[in-house]
Structures are given as C-alpha cells and as structure tokens.
C-alpha cells in the first residue's frame, strides 16, 4: 500500500511569511500527528488529528496550526516565520494496529 | 528531566560485533516504540511493543514494562545498520498524545 507522502519535500520562505505543508496518510488510518525535528531539541510533537478533531497539541506557540479533511488528509500552517521554525517537519498516520508510518518529511529553510 | 532516555548518545563498532541500545522512561506507556532514521531525515518505525519481545531478521526489542526499559539490540552488525535510532513513547491508547521521543543513539557501523 501506499506510504505517507508529504509535500512539498523542500521549503524556503522569508521571515514573516507563512507555510502550509500538506500530509497525506496511508489508506484508512485515520490518526495524523505532526512533529518538528531540529538540531538542538530532537523530534517534538507538534499535533494530532483524528476524524478532523485535533486531540491534542504539544507545547508550540499558536503560530502552529493545523487541520484535517474528511479523507485524513492533513495540513498543517505556520505564521510569521521565525528563523527559529527552520526544521524538519515530518507526519505520521497510525492505527492501533499498525504503529505509526511516517512521511519523509517537509525541510523548512527561513531566511 | 526528559521522560524518555537513551544510552548511549554515540556508539562506534565494528562489523559483525553485537549492539545494545537502551531506554528508560518515567512515565505510563500504551506502547513503545523504535525508530531507525537515516541521513536525510526519514525515519522508519522498526517495532511497537506493549510487552515481552519481537525479532525481525537482526533486530530484536525487548521491554520491562515494571522496570521501565526496553532494548533494541542488532545481531551480526552490518555497516548498513548505521544510522540514528530512536526510542519513542504513546502516552495513551489511541495515538492522542502523539509520540514522546528519546533522544537517539548515534550509531556507526565500521567495517
């Protein structure tokens, strides 16, 4: 079956500006969680979607959003962009019974 | 303190010898779960484990769950087995909460 495929693969965007990356999950999972990895705190857990409802979000500033569409695909959206949000932003679907499968992941360059 | 942590950070070995990575964590788990990633960032889930012990082909994870540990060791060590491994928790049942994760084992696989 398909993977979780991710777009766009590569981002660069000026300070200030904003980003929405798109996730797509495997067929039928219907969790979505988003994390951003970086040098300096390793992979942090950004947020979880399930049937459209966001069930939780970790510790990130509001300028973090996200949103799920009714066929689990996700989105998630940056504001003002901070140098700081440079990173790799990854998505994973899950299901209880599969584990997670994670995409390959957004690198977001701010400039 | 984080609540989930790895040893070693760095580990260099030679081929063909046996590796233990190891992790701990502080809190109530649904499932743990290790994750190999390789330069260029994707990562993929290598086990899930509630209880007890899995294998697949040279790897094998193991879990305490009274104690609060579990290990990933991989036998006959190859240098294609170099990579990050990554030791991540659910805090509850059903994904809501996203995954916590270690911060990961450096290893290098020298011929």
């Known amino acids: 079956k398909a993977g979780v495929t991710q777009t766009p693969r590569y981002l660069i965007k000026t300070r200030g500006q904003q980003v929405t990356l798109s996730c797509s999950p495997i067929s039928g999972h219907r969790s979505v969680s988003w994390y951003q990895q970086t040098p300096g705190q390793g992979l942090q857990f950004l947020f979880e979607y399930f049937s459209e409802t966001q069930r939780n979000k970790g510790n990130f500033p509001g300028r973090f959003s996200g949103r799920q569409f009714s066929n689990s695909r996700s989105e998630m959206n940056v504001s003002t962009l901070e140098l700081g949000d440079s990173a790799l932003y990854l998505c994973a679907s899950s299901s209880t019974l599969d584990g997670y499968t994670f995409g390959s992941g957004t690198r977001l360059t701010v400039v | 303190k984080n609540e989930v942590e790895q040893s070693p950070q760095n580990l260099t070995a030679q081929e063909g010898e046996f590796i233990t990575i190891n992790c701990s964590y502080s809190?109530?788990?649904?499932?743990l779960h290790w994750l190999q990633q390789h330069p260029g960032g994707g990562i993929v889930s290598l086990f899930m484990?509630?209880?007890g012990k899995k294998k697949h082909g040279r790897l094998i994870a193991t879990i305490n769950i009274q104690e609060k540990h579990s290990s990933l060791h991989i036998t006959a060590s190859h240098p294609r087995d170099s990579a990050v491994y990554i030791c991540?928790?659910?805090?509850?049942?059903?994904?809501?909460?996203?995954?916590?994760f270690g911060k990961g084992t450096h290893l290098i696989i020298q011929p």
């Open positions: 484990l509630s209880s």
């Open positions: 809190v109530g788990i649904s499932a």
């Open positions: 991540a928790v659910s805090l509850r049942r059903g994904g809501a909460d996203g995954l916590t």
